[in-house]
């Protein structure tokens, strides 16, 4: 690094100086916190993405939102080279460079990190970063913080890509990497060609009738809501009314949005007994998360919700259809049986799990957060992953999209039109719908629309594949969450010991009982999930485990 790149570090980030007594991590989400004081921090994540594409020498992406937070909450995460999250090996770094207390340590950090791993500053290389920012009042003078910290490394390029989804950032990141083009255009153009292909390959005696076409979402008041109003204007086949856009003064997440409605079970601002029986759907704030939901009758606030464990095993239906179709057909030489996985967190609501295992499905488990989930997922030729908040995908092999289009090829050649040929073209359309950067409520809406189209299902038929168990979720303050050790994908606490076996004691004492804890990753408390076959029956269970925390780990508290 020359003395013109030192300069310009300290220059620039002597304008940011951190908030006194601020400590922030990087998590899942990436950063994030009550906008007021992440200014310093967003300049920050700027220079790093700025290093993390020199490393990768690509396009690196870096998304200014807080999802489901209020409104008054802003935060920054980075989309990696293939339009995932920021590699786990990188977060540390991101911790100390957040909380660095001044200009010269800042700079000592990047000099020191940049020569652990070998990046250059010799100008062979600039750095390239996408930049977007969702509906927040906040985004737009972050986003000029997070612009100055790009541009503190010598030579970066910065490209804003205006107000998106967080899906359509990553979206457009792994697109940028792949070669291809890579504006909201081109994002839309796909999703819809693809939807179209599904809808126009759908069995006639399977279509549903006309009043089944309509559908209304609810927007959160976010920026999910202003693309849907896009989307629906080149829209054909499909009715959508969207709620809650951000055009009627609502604010964003408040009362509404996909973490609401999934939580609450509630109808979100806007529904009521109009829309009974009519399917819904509700996005988050930035359009990472999607679920389903009907207004029963006789109902003034209740829903019947349609999580993502459910759009999960919706789309596990299909896909499985698809490959058994092109599985009966076993002659010649280019023919290959795909593995097909399913990935679950502990958190999954066992009747889901054991209506995906009675499908033949083979289903596994990773600890709670989406990077484990992608990360296992990919390991398959086909990998489908939704957590029940709606956030999910599906993934679909380099090798095994290869083969499909070689297929294609085959079949197209010798007997276009057959139910083989249909089968590999649903599943090419698939790949090219679903945004298998990231979870996404704008392509994952699309697919569960035509799958329930191609179906012939209602709302109400989908929702009764299988009848959830009962569950309850609590929280346990503790002193120090970290006395707290889990394994197996956090279904098994090993420290404090003989804890688990003390839960496995009540776990006993109810039908179809399943417990398990885990530390918070943010806050002091022990989070206690339990399931069991009546609603009294996991209240009673939850609470015991939560009153065993308290005994095993001391001055707790808990409702």
């Not at 998590?27 to 004081?37: E, M, P, Q, V, Y």
């Not at 972050?142 to 107000?163: P, R, T």
């Not at 704008?442 to 179906?455: F, N, T, Y």
């Amino acid at each position: 690094m020359d003395d013109k790149q030192r300069s310009l570090l300290l220059e620039s980030s002597s304008r940011f100086p951190p908030p006194p007594g601020a400590k922030l991590s990087y998590g899942t989400a990436g950063f994030r916190a009550d906008a007021l004081i992440l200014q310093s921090t967003v300049f920050r994540v700027g220079i790093l993405a700025a290093l993390r594409s020199l490393k990768t020498q690509s396009v690196i992406g870096l998304m200014i939102t807080a999802s489901h937070n209020k409104v008054s909450d802003n935060g920054i995460k980075i989309a990696d080279p293939c339009g995932g999250m920021l590699s786990q090996d990188w977060e540390p770094f991101a911790d100390e460079l957040a909380n660095a207390p001044d200009p010269q340590t800042l700079l000592s950090l990047i000099i020191e990190f940049a020569k652990k791993e070998k990046i250059s500053f010799d100008g062979a290389f600039s750095a390239e970063i996408l930049l977007g920012r969702d509906t927040r009042p906040s985004g737009e003078s972050l986003l000029e913080a997070a612009k100055q910290g790009i541009n503190s490394i010598v030579g970066a390029v910065v490209h804003d890509m205006g107000i998106l989804t967080t899906p359509q950032l990553h979206w457009m990141v792994r697109a940028r990497n792949k070669g291809l083009k890579a504006t909201e255009a081109d994002y839309f153009g796909q999703l819809l060609s693809s939807f179209r292909c599904i809808m126009d390959l759908i069995p006639n005696e399977r279509k549903i009738n006309e009043i089944e076409d309509r559908l209304i979402v609810d927007g959160a008041n976010g920026v999910g809501g202003e693309k849907l109003e896009a989307v629906k204007k080149m829209l054909s086949g499909l009715v959508i009314e969207v709620l809650n856009s951000g055009k009627e003064g609502g604010i964003l997440n408040e009362g509404v949005g996909a973490d609401f409605v999934q939580k609450e079970k509630v109808v979100p601002h806007g529904f009521g007994s109009n829309h009974e029986g009519i399917r819904c759907a509700s996005l988050d704030g930035d359009a990472d998360r999607l679920v389903y939901f009907s207004v029963p009758s006789n109902s003034s606030s209740k829903i019947d919700l349609v999580d993502g464990d459910k759009i999960l095993s919706l789309f596990a239906v299909f896909i499985k259809e698809q490959l058994s179709i092109l599985e009966g057909d076993m002659k010649g030489n280019n023919n290959y049986k795909a593995r097909l996985g399913v990935v679950q967190t502990a958190y999954a609501n066992g009747a889901s799990t054991d209506y995906l295992k009675h499908l033949g499905l083979e289903v596994v488990f990773t600890p709670t957060g989406v990077k484990y989930l992608h990360t296992r997922a990919a390991q398959y030729d086909i990998g489908i992953y939704f957590e029940a908040n709606g956030h999910g995908t599906i993934l679909f092999s380099e090798h095994y999209l290869s083969w499909l289009e070689a297929k294609n090829n085959e079949l197209s050649s010798i007997s276009q039109g057959s139910e083989l040929q249909t089968a590999a073209l649903r599943l090419l359309a698939v790949s090219k719908l679903i945004n298998q950067a990231v979870g996404d409520a704008l392509s994952g809406l699309l697919l569960v629309e035509a799958i329930l189209q191609h179906m012939g299902w209602s709302i109400h038929r989908w929702s009764e594949l299988y009848q959830d168990l009962p569950s309850r979720q609590l929280k346990v303050k503790v002193v120090d969450r970290t006395a707290v050790v889990t394994a197996n994908a956090e279904t098994v606490v090993v420290r404090p010991p003989s804890l688990q076996e003390a839960i496995n004691a009540e776990i006993a004492k109810y039908t179809r009982g399943r417990s398990f804890i885990r530390p918070s990753g943010t806050e002091d408390v022990i989070r206690v999930y339990a399931e069991a076959s009546t609603q009294e029956e996991v209240d009673n269970l939850a609470n015991s485990v939560a009153e065993l925390v308290d005994q095993f780990l001391g001055g707790g508290s808990f409702p």
